[in-house]
């Protein structure tokens, strides 16, 4: 259990992410600043700034499309975990993953959907600077500027 005791470290998630710029072909960048982003959720934090960096950097998505694209979950956090999956995740994926013998539930939507967090992103255009944000539909955040 998740209490306070002599000895005992409480579990928690306090993890936002900051990703970087690392400059192309593997050069070393200049560091600056490429997106922050957070998917609170308990354990679903990490497994969530995974798929959002992922979505971001290997899809080439905008940070609404990547918030919006269907997630996975590993709901204990645990590698034996129930594995839940969003509605909207291909059929194939769902196959797929039966196979391999996973524990799965599919088509996870209306209030369960609250399983996959609550994600926000901001990113900084590397050229001009200007910020681009998404907010989770999930939840009830939006992105505003000033």
């Not at 600056?32 to 979505?55: D, E, K």
């Not at 609404?64 to 590698?79: L, S, V, Y």
């Not at 539930?105 to 600077?129: K, L, P």
């Not at 907010?135 to 505003?144: H, K, L, V």
């Amino acid at each position: 259990a998740n209490e306070y005791w002599p000895g005992k470290r409480p579990y928690h998630t306090i993890i936002p992410g900051l990703l970087t710029n690392s400059g192309s072909g593997g050069e070393d960048g200049d560091g600056s600043l490429y997106a922050t982003l957070s998917n609170m959720g308990g354990f679903m934090q990490p497994q969530g700034h995974l798929q959002l960096t992922v979505a971001m950097l290997s899809q080439n998505l905008d940070p609404q499309a990547a918030i919006d694209a269907p997630r996975f979950c590993i709901a204990d956090g645990t590698r034996d975990g129930k594995l839940l999956l969003e509605d909207g995740v291909d059929s194939g994926v769902e196959e797929a993953l039966t196979r391999m013998g996973h524990d799965i539930q599919t088509g996870v939507s209306g209030w369960g959907r609250g399983a996959f967090g609550r994600a926000q992103i901001i990113q900084r255009n590397e050229d001009t600077g200007m910020l681009w944000t998404g907010s989770d539909q999930r939840a009830d955040g939006c992105a505003m500027g000033y």
